[in-house]
């Protein structure tokens, strides 16, 4: 079955000081990675894919992640970080069901603070 | 905004008791996901339903049920409420099921408070 881990459940960063949020994934065939952003009380939001080509990643407020096969990891940078990236990031993996019907498997998710 | 609408936002019930749960996915998305968000369990996969039919099911306990109607609006039912099934119930959509490249769209979700 696919998985994906997230072995940090916080991270702290100081602001204007690069972040990296860790994932690695277990999967059988092509992965395709997606990263998730949590604010309080709200939704998840989605930040950025991999699903083939360039190992780097671009996405949404200035996040990149990079996917690294051999490592199998994908993890979620940003050069600079703002004290509104605060916030519960998910990384997911999809996975195909029986029929073909996919869905996504999320890690435990990581919590970022970023300290003034 | 995702698109996708959930209701209600807050919702506190008492053990045994059913409640149901409302979504309306992005207009064109056919597929809806149920996602249950607790904190000893993380983000867990429930149920999930493409022009109104079961396609996958996840860790969705026997108590509960979801459908989806012709509008493709989805409720997921809960009964016989217990303490434990305190959460935040996610509905998130996509525009296909099979095999599009699998990002979701997620409301705001329903926060359930069983006491």
């Known amino acids: 079955a696919q998985s994906v881990a997230q072995p940090e459940d916080q991270v702290n960063v100081a602001e204007g000081n690069p972040l990296t949020v860790k994932c690695t994934y277990s999967v059988s065939g092509n992965p395709y990675l997606f990263w998730y952003v949590q604010y309080p009380n709200r939704g998840l939001q989605f930040l950025l894919k991999y699903i083939t080509g360039d190992n780097l990643v671009k996405g949404s407020y200035g996040f990149e992640a990079e996917f690294n096969k051999s490592q199998t990891s994908f993890h979620l940078k940003k050069p600079s970080a703002l004290v509104s990236d605060s916030a519960l990031y998910f990384c997911?993996?999809?996975?195909?069901?029986?029929?073909?019907?996919?869905?996504?498997?999320f890690g435990a998710g990581t919590r970022l603070a970023v300290h003034p | 905004d995702s698109g996708v609408t959930q209701t209600p936002k807050h919702l506190i019930t008492a053990t045994g008791q059913r409640v149901t749960l409302r979504c309306s996915p992005r207009?064109?998305?056919?597929?809806v996901y149920w996602y249950q968000q607790s904190l000893d369990q993380g983000l867990q996969f429930l149920i999930q339903y493409y022009n109104g039919e079961e396609r996958a099911k996840g860790n969705i306990l026997e108590r509960f049920s979801a459908q989806q109607f012709p509008d493709l609006h989805s409720e997921l039912n809960l009964s016989s409420l217990e303490l434990g099934d305190s959460a935040l119930y996610f509905c998130a959509s996509s525009v296909t099921s099979g095999t599009n490249t699998g990002e979701l769209f997620f409301g705001e979700g329903s926060r359930l408070t069983v006491l």
């Open positions: 207009s064109g998305d056919l597929s």
């Open positions: 997911a993996v999809r996975d195909i069901g029986t029929g073909g019907y996919n869905k996504l498997i």
